[in-house]
């Protein structure tokens, strides 16, 4: 069964870090560019950042530029996400997901992307 599953999430302090994992089963995920994605309560679905797997090209959203770094483990089969200096702002259900049809990062749009997991909640409260 072709499916990601999301994990690392939690309740952490305004500055602090996480590091969320995404792994994938039924598919090798190292063909393929993955994104991470995250929704707030009330807000849209919004992309965070993507890895290619071509050449391990990464992207950042303006939010996460500076903060967040992705990597990826093709031997493991999977994708992270280490979270610095974490914000309320940044409290959300954090997906992964995998673009469609290209092996390099090429936006954020939604129905770009497939197999999404069933996310992991991070939330940043003191």
């Known amino acids: 069964q072709v499916q990601l599953v999301e994990s690392g999430g939690g309740l952490v302090q305004p500055g602090g870090s996480l590091r969320l994992s995404c792994a994938a089963s039924?598919?090798?995920?190292?063909?393929?560019?993955i994104g991470w994605f995250r929704q707030a309560p009330g807000k849209e679905r919004e992309g965070v950042s993507c890895?290619?797997?071509?050449?391990?090209?990464?992207d950042y959203a303006d939010s996460a530029k500076g903060r967040f770094t992705i990597s990826r483990d093709n031997a493991k089969n999977m994708v992270y996400l280490q979270m610095n200096n974490l914000s309320p702002e940044d409290t959300a259900l954090y997906y992964c997901?995998?673009?469609?049809?290209?092996?390099?990062?090429?936006?954020?749009?939604?129905?770009?992307?497939?197999?999404w997991g069933q996310g992991t909640q991070v939330t940043v409260s003191s």
């Open positions: 997901a995998v673009q469609r049809g290209s092996q390099y990062c090429s936006g954020y749009m939604i129905s770009e992307y497939t197999y």
């Open positions: 039924g598919f090798t995920l190292g063909y393929y560019a």
């Open positions: 890895i290619s797997s071509r050449d391990g090209s990464t």
